[in-house]
């Protein structure tokens, strides 16, 4: 052959690599000696761009292409005509069906084909594309395999790196929405949570209102019918039965505006620290006797529980409340079971807050979610008129708040209802209770005198004139502050006060009781009031205080004179 070796021409460096290379120790043996297929083929991937090999004969030797040789790396030059599997023995495994395929006259072709390589003196994950497709000599016989290939490692590695930052955005993204929906879902949640305060502020302001004014005219109601009680004895007086419906409706009417004011915390409230579990356990009398006979009542009530600091009247008004509401939810009779334990609760690193739970729990029919939405507001009831004045939870409500607690309400249709009073632990020694049937304490007989009477509504202040008549007093009556001082100077024989908390202009009663304390230290000051905030500035105990409306009995009481040793 004239120019033997001029398939190498154009081959770049692996090219002129072959022109030198020593191929002794081929299985090719030298270039002379190669075939005219082999020659055709060399010649084709030497001038390609395109990685390519070509492995020949029954040895596979290899021959290959500068694109081919950068992706042999450390394994270039010396895999110049080696033998296939010595240089790609840690692959061999991966590759071999695929040569004895294309050995076998079968071309193949893979894409993105992982193979575990060691060409830089390292194990190195990679991937490849590549057609492996038989040679044919003139004889048509397989002789060798051709082989186009691309690495694709950066592009799987780009993609699978691509994957995971989509995968962890998506991921994030989804939290940041959940977060966010949270978020929001926090946000309406607090709104419609400012929004009832709202609403529950400004009905306790509308039916604080409308109760302080219905309790003045009960109080002239309620005074005017014992006054006649007491004086109409004559044959000509209404018949008993008059009285008597009239003062049922009066009370009637007290314990609606009590419920009322409870709602709208302008009652006078007069806290004191209490067991709760003996005060349960005196109350039990009662709620069987108001309860009727198909409804049993169970109390657990735990050990060693915390007194807590109520007004004792709100409390047991709040659980018979609850006990009415839990027999009307079970017409057909059941059981009521009242549970009192002592709770602990930890938010956050501040200090444990200490409460007692109270719960009330009925297998009635429960209520409705919309239902249970409403249940707190005044004059919304289910029940037929006349059987529900829709004031019993708003008091429950009431008491809740005016005892520093909380309410709290669970109910499924069908299956019943509790509700939980949770109230602060008192850090006070509880009072003793009076036993049941027993005299109030204050018994002694007070020197009746001259009293002086301050209040500037005309008609209350003449029934309680009459009532503080009728109970022996001398009355002289001032309509505000300065006359009740300028009576004082003036009189030295007024031996007690006294006066309406509430007061027109600037000077409040609690005020002119402090003013006639500093200056007539032993002169005796009753205050009484229908507001819980005209108390509210007042010190413990700095003056007896007798809540509106009053009847004859009470206000003897306040005043120290007992009306059964006064009848014998
Ligand atoms: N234990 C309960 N089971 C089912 N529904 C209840 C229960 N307690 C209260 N309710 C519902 O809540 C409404 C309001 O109760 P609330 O005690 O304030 O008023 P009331 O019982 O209707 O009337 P009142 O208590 O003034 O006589 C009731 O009409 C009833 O629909
Ligand atoms: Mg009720």
Sequence with gaps: MSQPLEFFAGGGNVGALMRT????????????????????????LLQSRFPMFVAWGKDLGFLYNDSYAEILGAKHPRALGSRFYDIWSEIWADISPLIDAAMAGQATYREDLPLLMNRKGYDEQTWFTFSYSPVRDESGQVVGMFCACTETTQKVLALRGLRELNETLERRVEEAVAEQMDHQEKLRTAEAALRQAQKMESLGQLTGGVAHDFNNLLAVFASGVQLLERTAKAATAPPPRVFEAMRRAISRGTGLTRHLLAFSRRRP??????????????????????????????????????????DTGELELAVLNLCLNARDAMPDGGVITINVENVETHSGDSEAAEYVKISVAD?????????????????????DVGKGSGLGLPQVYGFAQQSSGQVTLDS?????????????RSLHEPVAQPAEGELPAKVATARRGHVLLVEDDREVAALSRE?????????????????????????RQIDMVFSDIMMPGGVSGLQLAREIRRRYPNLPVLLTTGYVEAAADMEDGEFDVLPKPFTLEALAEALGIDLIQDVR
Excluded: C, Y
């Design 269 to 310: 409230v007069n806290p004191e620290s209490i067991d709760i579990v003996a005060h349960l356990q005196g109350m039990r009398a009662m709620l069987d006797g108001s309860l009727g006979g198909n409804i049993e009542v169970q109390m657990n009530l735990g050990e060693g529980v915390w007194p807590i600091e109520v």
């Design 412 to 424: 499924a249709v069908g299956i019943g209802t509790i509700v939980t009073l949770t109230l602060p």
């Design 467 to 491: 009532l503080l008549v009728s109970l022996g007093f001398v009355v002289t009556h001032v309509a505000g502050p300065d006359a009740a001082l300028g009576a004082l100077a003036n009189s």
């Design 363 to 383: 297998t009635g029919q429960g209520m409705t979610p919309e239902v249970k939405a409403r249940v707190f507001e005044p004059f919304f009831t289910t029940k």
């Design 21 to 44: 290379h020593n191929w002794s120790s081929s299985p090719l043996g030298p270039p002379e000696s190669w075939p005219q297929s082999l020659r055709a083929v060399v010649s084709l």
